[in-house]
C-alpha cells in the first residue's frame, strides 16, 4: 500500500476537518487495504462522524489511491 499518498490525500482534507474544529489521524493501512483512521476534535464525537469517513476521507482516498479499499475509524 502506498502510505505516502494517503498521507498526502489526508494532509489535503485536514483543514475541511480542522475549520469545525476536528481532525483525522492515519492509525495503519492494513494489507488487505483498509485504511485506519482516529477522527479527534469535534469530529470524534460527532453524529455525522461516519459520513465524513465514508462520504468525505473514504471517498479522497481511493480517489488518489484505487487500492485501498475502505476507510474505518478507530477508537
Do not use: N, Y
Not at 500500500?1 to 490525500?9: A, E, G, R
Not at 485504511?35 to 455525522?48: F, P, Q
Request: net charge neutral; hydrophobic share 40%; proline share 4%.
Amino acid at each position: 500500500m502506498d502510505k505516502d499518498k494517503v498521507k498526502q490525500v489526508i494532509e489535503k482534507i485536514r483543514p475541511q476537518l480542522q475549520m469545525d474544529g476536528g481532525d483525522v489521524e492515519l492509525i495503519e493501512i492494513t494489507d488487505d487495504g483498509t485504511v485506519k483512521v482516529r477522527l479527534m476534535g469535534h469530529c470524534a464525537g460527532c453524529m455525522h462522524a461516519q459520513q465524513t469517513i465514508k462520504f468525505g476521507i473514504e471517498r479522497a482516498i481511493k480517489q488518489f489511491v484505487p487500492s485501498i479499499k475502505e476507510v474505518v475509524a478507530v477508537p
